[in-house]
């Protein structure tokens, strides 16, 4: 009986988590110790496992969010850096004198610009930065919040400099039993974890090929005088131009560099492309769209706070001086992955925790310099120098990544602990499988072949309850690779379906909505703007799931898990 009642008992934790969270709307910093605390007493009672082997997973599980939050202090720490050096203010003044057109600047700012933050910062920062930026340029609040949620699906997956891939996936699977079954056939893990990346890459850009177009027709169905979904196509040849500007270097970065770069290069690409293309007037329409009057602007579309151009820092950077860091990081970045000295070294400053309280298979470590947050860091300190930054300005850049630290932290720390106990629970008194895989055997049970058209759904849940596509690649990424290996099917390719779902997920995460209304005073209407943003969800979701189900059974794309 207890065994029937497995996958139920596995599944708790994650149905507590959405209870609390979202039907009770308690929030995360207080409904994740009680998740924590469930898991353990699940782990202790019904897998009976050992109280070292929790408490050993446990402190493997903090040791991973030192990690995490070293990246996200360093990504959250440059666009603090720029932001007080004044940097930020140039690039803004620069994309309002590009195009009066709504439909180019939305392209420009949201899509390609705002792919590029979230490649270089990620946690809800492009949101937060392309909201403000948009109503700086003449957007009403609402619908600069939807378009800077709608593009938080594409390059999510490889934000923070490749965050959800290296630390979600990485963190999220078994890694040392997947290792010993790569083992037997000769593979290597690095190998595996290769294709993974390449078919997220493959998968997003196919369905981010279309989101341009998604946002024209959201901005005038939604926010056009004349509520149309057609209105705005005639910029149908340059929005299509303006996607595969990004997706195309996006996709070779994931396939041939890893998954630090497809964002970053892609968005940076994209950018250099389109503005270019703008300035020779390429495949522009001869027609212009724009809002209505303001004064004609619904109150709904209003927030109450001021947004302008103005900045913290008076100080005038250069364009070249503004753009100098990120384009510094991406070189860095690439440099440190393909030049083996480099890469060597960096990866020489390890601490390295080895079967944690003597318990098997529970290991951890931290490279801090080959981790992006090291390089992250080093990239503030030289743009400390060019920006000429006061003490103060670097203080206050420091001060705010901080705080930001200590808030996103106190989540992390019950959240990925509690994920590392799941993973961990194999080894127990009862000699039942894992809490993961019992999981997969009740979805396996459940769905059966039709699986893979629902996987990306599985993801985009997980990343609605937690706000953060890493956590739920944390949560979810064993449990799906799993339910492919008991249905038969390349568990590479649905934790590749995983990542893509949590990033479309994204778009409607109670907490990046939150975060990018409050940045133009646009609090209390979470509710308006989710009923538009489910829509370019449902797309993706739908997409994705379609083209998971293509590549498995009519492509019948191989897994080196699989005996082809």
């Not at 400390?384 to 996103?408: G, L």
């Not at 993961?436 to 396996?444: K, L, Q, R």
């Amino acid at each position: 009986m207890l065994t029937d009642l497995l996958p139920l008992f596995a599944f708790g934790p994650i149905l507590l988590a959405g209870i609390l969270l979202v039907g009770l709307r308690i929030s995360a910093k207080f409904a994740m110790p009680f998740v924590f605390l469930f898991t353990v007493g699940i782990a202790l009672f019904v897998w009976e496992m050992s109280f070292l082997r929790v408490l050993a997973s446990t402190i493997q599980g903090l040791i991973i969010t030192v990690g995490i939050l070293w990246i996200i202090f360093g990504a959250i720490m440059l666009l603090n850096t720029l932001k007080y050096s004044g940097a930020m203010l140039t690039i803004r003044k620069g994309f309002s004198q590009i195009s009066s057109d709504r439909r180019i600047q939305v392209i420009l700012i949201a899509w390609l610009f705002g792919c590029f933050i979230e490649g270089a910062s990620g946690f809800g920062t492009p949101a937060a930065v392309a909201a403000p930026l948009m109503v700086a340029v003449g957007f009403p609040a609402l619908p600069a919040v939807v378009f800077g949620l709608m593009i938080q699906s594409t390059p999510v997956s490889f934000g923070a400099v490749g965050t959800p891939m290296l630390v979600g996936v990485q963190g999220g699977l078994d890694k040392i039993a997947i290792s010993e079954e790569l083992a037997l056939k000769n593979v290597q893990w690095e190998s595996f974890f290769d294709l993974i990346v390449s078919e997220v890459t493959i998968i997003h850009a196919i369905c981010g090929t279309f989101m341009p177009i998604m946002l024209i027709v959201i901005m005038t169905r939604f926010f056009g005088k004349n509520k149309s979904w057609t209105e705005g196509l005639s910029i149908f040849p340059f929005a299509i131009f303006a996607a595969l500007s990004f997706t195309i270097p996006y996709l070779l970065s994931g396939i041939f560099l890893g998954p630090e770069f497809p964002s970053i290069i892609g968005g940076l690409t994209g950018l250099s492309i389109v503005i270019f293309a703008i300035k020779r007037n390429f495949l522009i329409p001869k027609d212009s769209w724009d809002f209505a009057h303001s004064s004609d602007w619904p109150i709904s579309w209003m927030g109450n706070m001021e947004t302008s151009l103005e900045s913290i820092s008076q100080k005038k950077i250069s364009n070249v001086l503004a753009w100098f860091p990120y384009v510094f990081l991406a070189s860095l970045l690439v440099f440190s992955r393909t030049y083996e000295p480099l890469s060597d070294f960096l990866k020489s400053i390890n601490l390295e925790f080895n079967s944690i309280f003597n318990e098997e298979k529970i290991n951890a470590s931290l490279k801090f310099l080959y981790l992006p947050g090291g390089i992250l860091v080093f990239v503030c300190l030289v743009t400390f120098i060019i920006h000429k930054m006061k003490p103060e300005e670097i203080f206050k850049a420091i001060s705010d990544s901080t705080k930001t630290i200590f808030s996103a932290g106190f989540v992390l720390i019950f959240t990925i602990p509690l994920v590392r106990i799941m993973i961990n629970s194999g080894l127990n008194a009862q000699e039942i499988e894992s809490m993961p895989i019992a999981m997969a055997e009740g979805m396996s049970r459940l769905m059966g072949n039709f699986y893979p058209l629902v996987s990306p759904l599985i993801g985009a849940v997980g990343a609605f309850l937690a706000g953060s596509n890493t956590v739920s690649n944390l949560m979810l990424s064993q449990f799906q690779f799993e339910t492919a290996n008991l249905l038969g099917l390349s568990g590479a390719l649905m934790v590749a379906a995983q990542s893509v779902g949590a990033a479309a997920g994204n778009m409607i995460a109670i907490h990046n909505v939150v975060a990018a209304s409050a940045t133009v005073g646009l609090l209390g209407k979470e509710g308006q703007i989710l009923r538009i943003t489910i829509i370019p969800t449902t797309y993706y979701l739908i997409f994705s799931g379609l083209i998971v189900l293509t590549l498995i059974y009519y492509f019948k794309i191989p897994d080196p898990l699989l005996d082809i």
